[in-house]
């Protein structure tokens, strides 16, 4: 079955950066547009970053952009999120997501796109 695994979360202050990777497995993981989501206690789910199967195109929330940073290496099945200048309105659990469909033309902004998900990682930004 598929299997999507994160990790690279944690705490860090204000101003500094992670990198979260997304192992993907169980799927032909170059076939699938991916996406990064994540959700604040009491909040929405919400969009952060998705990238294209061939990594030729990506689209960035606005609130993430210029300091957030989406790419994937197909060979080793794995996405990646490098995250700068992280702000305290960043801390969330963070969600990997592959599109519900190989091959789109689409690349979605909505959680309703993405058809496999994994377990999150905390990533906590002190002040």
């Known amino acids: 079955q598929v299997q999507l695994v994160e990790s690279g979360g944690g705490l860090v202050q204000a101003g500094g950066s992670l990198r979260l990777s997304c192992a993907a497995s169980g799927l032909t993981f170059s076939y699938y547009n991916m996406g990064w989501f994540r959700q604040a206690p009491g909040k929405e789910r919400e969009f952060v970053a998705a990238?294209?199967?061939?990594?030729?195109?990506?689209n960035i929330a606005a609130s993430v952009k210029g300091r957030f940073t989406i790419s994937r290496d197909n060979a080793k099945n794995t996405m990646y999120l490098q995250m700068n200048s992280l702000k305290p309105e960043d801390t969330a659990v963070y969600y990997c997501?592959?599109?519900?469909?190989?091959?789109?033309?689409?690349?979605?902004?909505?959680?309703?796109?993405?058809?496999?998900w994994g377990q999150g990682t905390q990533v906590t930004v002190s002040s």
């Open positions: 990238i294209y199967w061939d990594g030729g195109r990506t």
């Open positions: 997501a592959a599109d519900r469909l190989p091959h789109r033309e689409y690349l979605g902004y909505s959680k309703n796109e993405y058809g496999y």
